[in-house]
């Protein structure tokens, strides 16, 4: 993501926060204990929404405009969270394998290089047992908007940092060795008064 992206994209978000994202994150970070890592933590908008009794917590992120928001928001954070910033993709996790409870992912999905290898990073970090935490924003199934996905997408990627709005991620997560224990499908009212639909769910190694 440019700079430009980076330094605007708390302002392009809070709409949507306030209306729905912030109480999903809340729900879905609840469900967070032990060890976590999260991969793609942009400018840090979960700290907010984790609970406080987390014993670690690897924010992962690959964009140095992001990154700088990220150690700036974690060194406000109030009360302080036990937090370390790394400059890695998801694809390049900084995690031995099975050392990790819960892994976050929260509007990433649909962004990163190699959805796959950023899945099988996941796969080994997490403990036999460990849980994928995920919220994110995925291909219609309805056939007429998946095909104004598809055509929008190569445009829609140069502008907001890579994103893909065609991306069957929970289909693919499934098929990277997960049980899908919960996967909640919600509209998502988007930009442009468009609605993407979204998914809130729970993956187990
Ligand atoms: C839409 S933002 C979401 C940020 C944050 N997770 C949230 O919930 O608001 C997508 C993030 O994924 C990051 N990203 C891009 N490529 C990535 C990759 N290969 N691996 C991990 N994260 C990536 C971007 O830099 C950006 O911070």
Not at 14 to 22: C, D, I, K
Not at 136 to 146: G, S
Not at 194 to 203: D, Q
Request: include cysteine.
């Amino acid at each position: 993501m440019s700079w430009w992206g980076s330094r605007y994209y708390d302002g392009f978000m809070e709409g949507a926060e306030r209306a729905y994202l912030g109480r999903w994150r809340d729900e879905l970070l609840a469900q967070a204990g032990g060890d976590v890592l999260e991969i793609g933590a942009g400018t840090g908008v979960n700290l907010n929404h984790y609970p406080g009794s987390l014993a670690s917590l690897a924010l992962c992120e690959p964009d140095e405009g992001m990154v700088a928001l990220l150690r700036q928001r974690l060194g406000e954070s109030d009360p302080p969270v036990p937090g370390r910033v790394f400059e890695a993709p998801g694809e390049r996790l900084p995690a031995e394998d099975s050392s990790i409870d819960v892994v976050v992912s929260t509007l990433v999905l649909c962004t990163v290089a190699d959805l796959d290898a950023s899945l099988a990073e996941v796969h080994r970090v997490l403990k036999p047992g460990g849980r994928l935490l995920f919220m994110e924003h995925v291909a219609e199934h309805r056939p007429v908007p998946y095909a104004f996905q598809r055509m929008a997408t190569p445009f829609w990627k140069r502008f907001a940092g890579g994103c893909c709005l065609d991306r069957k991620s929970g289909e693919v997560i499934a098929a990277a060795g997960f049980e899908v224990t919960s996967l909640d499908r919600r509209p998502m009212k988007g930009f442009f008064d468009i609605t993407w639909p979204a998914i809130v769910g729970v993956a187990v190694r």
